[in-house]
């Protein structure tokens, strides 16, 4: 048996040596079952590679993967569990605001079944109120949007058995966000409940265009109700403005203008644009819904996902004979 560890690291030189030597280190060695540790380098500008190459050479557990430029961390996320050939792969980040010391607890749920093993920010230690805030709204909206699967505060912080790395591996999308692929393909969760920290040195390398990127990369490979929402927007304008219309052509024109509205020109004018308004949003949702399904289909998703896990006697990988 071997856990795979994946640490995606993009300029973490100030803090990742402690890190690694003060809060990793010491929970490793504590790990019952043998151990690779995946470091994912990506593309830092840096002395981080220096660092990391440096402690690959003392210990041939780490791997050290670079990339030849910054590709974001869910791919970097990516390619070390693409690498991990463990039987279960626990990712985390690099910066200390995710305790190591959860570990143990992390492998002994995934022990009892947990197929995918989630940890969850309980509560901030020093974070300001907009970043609590836009966590909150994040995952408000996602659920609004029709995103279930999604638990607010659920982190890349996990442990994820061999059966989800092989599918997960299959998903061929670019734009994704790995714990959304992952909730999406609808393995047995448990959930931990931690303290998230704050960094040991440095600044984040999510800066807000990041971190807003980051969200609208989940609405759009998650969700397609704002295509809906617009095109039921669009619906209610054309209802509204056909209903006003009508009524204005019985009141001003057929009853000779009985209530003294004095409609004029321009309001009538007004009326039809917005009818109009209301037609082309519709014709617009209609047409994104067409492409939405089309990149649907670009994303290569498998159509189904089988738990081989808890599956009994398949005939997968036996030949038919005739």
Known sequence: MKISFVVPIYNEEKGFRDFYTKMLLPELEKVKYDYELILVDDGSSDGSLKIIQDLAEKDKRIKVLRFSRNFGKEIALTAGIREAIGNAVLTMDADGQQPPKLIHEFIQKWEEGGEIVIGRRGKFEKHGFIAKLGSKCFYKILRMMGVKDTVPGSTDFRIIDRCVVDEYNKLTEHG???????????FKK?????????????????????????AINSFVSLSSTPLVLFGWIGAFITVASLILGIFVIIEEFIMADPLQLRWTGTTCLSIFITFLIGLVLISQSITALYISHIHAEAQGRPLYIVDHKNSRNLNEGKTKKS
């Open 176 to 186: 994704r966000i790995t714990r959304g692929l992952m909730d999406w393909m609808g």
């Open 190 to 214: 448990v959930y931990i409940d931690y303290t998230y920290g704050n960094r040991l040195a440095g600044r984040p390398s999510y800066n807000f265009r990041k971190l807003f990127q980051l």
